[in-house]
């Protein structure tokens, strides 16, 4: 029953139906702002979510009383007519919010009739995700902390709700579902705030983030921070200079959660959100480097036992030269920003990527390849070539494993690491 001036089930609809169908989690306390007709508040019931839904439309709620009460799901349903700006206030036992959010652009209120605008136009000033965002700012330390936002977006063209600003605020993100209906993608993306209320361990200096992190206890989303590091590691034992301003980290990660990963793969797929968070270029296999190729820093991943992965990464702040050695720093691709503040980006940037929030299905071997050899090509598709023993070669791919695959003219050959190769960039 969908009554007019209230927006119907349409592919976007079951698009976020779709996504709410992944989730791991399958009951609790769910709350669906703007329900229109109730189609996603019903499929919600069903799957065992006892629901709160809103809408400011009151055709709207009428609606979804009738439909809910038509399919015998009243008893795990309440409908309010109310909305963000609008009086609502989020309850501190949901779980799961779920939001269609209106994406259009402002300027349609002519076309369309007033009532139906508020479901189908965003607002200025960040959207409604940011006026959302606003709301779950406000007495956040009595929510859950493990709180799903799932939320319906427009992502080409960006809509005024801009995802970019739920991972500014601590926000971890992970895409769930898309479509592309015409000119536009959709997506559902779900945000949690990084680490769950698990603060990272911050050390002024320390020897080694690598050996911090093996005393961490193997409980939630562990992580280390140090401004500085004495006995930094590197690639096969080697020293990783600190250079002053700069930032040493190490995740700590359940092993378990990696069985069917090699880490030459966890290796690459790190680098390139690492990579992408600071703006940056990525150089197979762990080197993180500015679009003039110099090396702002680079991924190290570590198990001495069955227990855990870590996970190192250093940068350095500022473009420098010391000797023979020389980088770059994040000042050339982010700007001006202290390291406290960089280590944000990254951690949510990786928690986006490998968090257990038990939500979600971790990413698997194939989408970690795909998401490595994405961000592997934008340097390689300028024309690298390596030279193996002096005989230039062309990478073309990656394995499962992590190796770069190249052609050799009779056939594709592998290269797992740098010794003996020179690459040209």
């Known amino acids: 029953m969908v009554p007019e001036t209230v927006y119907p089930p349409r592919e976007d609809t079951l698009l976020l139906c779709d996504a709410i169908s992944k989730l791991k989690k399958r009951n609790g306390r769910a709350l669906e702002i703007g329900c229109g007709s109730g189609a996603v508040t019903m499929q919600l019931a069903s799957l065992g979510w006892n629901v709160i839904s809103c809408d400011v439309n009151p055709y709207a709620v009428s609606a979804t009383r009738g439909n809910v009460e038509n399919h015998g799901l009243s008893a795990l349903v309440e409908v309010h007519e109310s909305g963000i700006g609008e009086g609502m206030e989020i309850p501190s036992d949901v779980e799961l919010l779920v939001w269609n959010i209106p994406y259009l652009e402002m300027g349609h209120e002519s076309e369309i009739p007033e009532m139906e605008a508020v479901a189908l136009n965003d607002v200025g000033n960040g959207g409604w995700g940011a ?7 406000i007495d956040s330390e009595k929510r859950k902390r493990d709180l799903l936002i799932l939320i319906l977006m427009r992502t080409d063209p960006i809509s005024e709700s801009n995802p970019s600003v739920w991972k500014e605020m601590g926000w971890s993100a992970r895409s769930i579902a898309y479509e592309r209906i015409g000119n536009e993608r959709l997506e559902v993306i779900g945000f949690w705030k990084t680490g769950q209320g698990v603060k990272p361990t911050i050390l002024d200096i320390c020897d ?62 790190i680098g390139s959100v690492l990579s992408d968070a600071l703006n940056a270029e990525m150089k197979w296999p762990n080197d993180i480097i500015t679009k003039q190729r110099r090396k702002i820093g680079g991924v190290l991943i570590e198990s001495s036992d069955s227990d855990d992965v870590r996970i190192g ?3 350095n702040r500022t473009r420098f030269e010391e000797g023979e050695i020389s980088g770059g720093g994040w000042e050339e691709t982010l700007g001006d920003i202290d390291a406290m503040d960089v280590f ?15 939500w979600f299905e971790l990413p698997n071997m194939e989408e970690l390849r795909n998401l490595s050899w994405r961000k ?34 009779n056939g594709l050959s592998q290269i797992c690491d740098l010794d003996g190769t020179n690459w040209l960039l």
């Open 313 to 315: 990464f250093g940068a």
């Open 131 to 137: 006026k959302l965002l606003g709301s779950l700012e």
């Open 208 to 269: 080694s983030t690598m050996d911090e992190a093996k005393k961490l206890e193997n409980i939630g989303w562990q992580r280390v921070l140090s401004f500085s590091q004495r006995n930094g590691r590197g690639r096969r034992g080697t020293k990783w200079i600190s250079m002053k301003d700069g930032l040493s980290s190490t995740w700590k990660l359940d092993a378990e959660l990696f069985n069917s990963i090699s880490p030459g793969l966890l290796q690459t797929s």
């Open 376 to 409: 592997l090509s934008r340097v390689l598709s300028e024309g690298v070539i390596v030279e193996i023993a002096g005989v230039p070669r062309r990478p073309v791919g990656l394995s499962k494993d992590g190796e770069m695959e190249i052609f050799c003219g």
């Open 344 to 358: 944000r980006i990254l951690d949510t940037a990786v928690s986006s990527l490998l968090e257990d929030n038990e």
